[in-house]
């Protein structure tokens, strides 16, 4: 499963658009004059701890996604663990290839055997 905040996938593409809009929609603001030096000021000021809560909240939820869903290499172990099972059951010094069952939706895992 892909990492859903990586700009690959749909999750990181919103992210990197909402950041952008917001950038430009200060930046629109700030060129209008609708802010004055003060607001300006408060915004340079509290930048820095809005973008620190943001990847605190971005770490968080990235661990909770990790922890509810398995992850990649837990999936790498079980599927590692059920080819050595299946070799294993199997005789490579056949010449047929030992074919490990996976899930549906997936295709089979094939151990050719050695030349």
């Known amino acids: 499963m892909n990492n859903p905040f990586t700009t ?7 992210t990197r658009y909402i950041i952008a809009m917001a950038g430009a929609a200060l930046t629109v603001i700030g060129f ?6 003060s607001q300006t000021e408060a915004l340079k000021a509290n930048i820095p701890a809005f973008a620190e809560a943001v990847g605190v909240i971005v770490m968080v939820g ?4 990790a922890a509810i869903t398995k992850s990649s290499s837990d999936k790498a172990k079980a599927v590692s663990v059920a080819v050595d099972k299946g070799v294993a059951d199997g005789d490579l010094t056949k010449s047929a290839p030992v074919v490990i069952q996976t899930p549906q939706g ?10």
Do not use: E
């Not at 690959?8 to 919103?14: H, N, P, R």
């Not at 209008?32 to 030096?37: F, R, S, Y």
């Not at 997936?106 to 030349?115: F, M």
């Open 8 to 14: 690959a996938a749909s999750g990181g593409v919103i």
């Open 32 to 37: 209008l004059g609708w802010l004055d030096v």
């Open 62 to 65: 990235m661990t909770t996604y």
């Open 106 to 115: 997936t295709p089979d895992i094939v151990v050719q055997p050695p030349k």
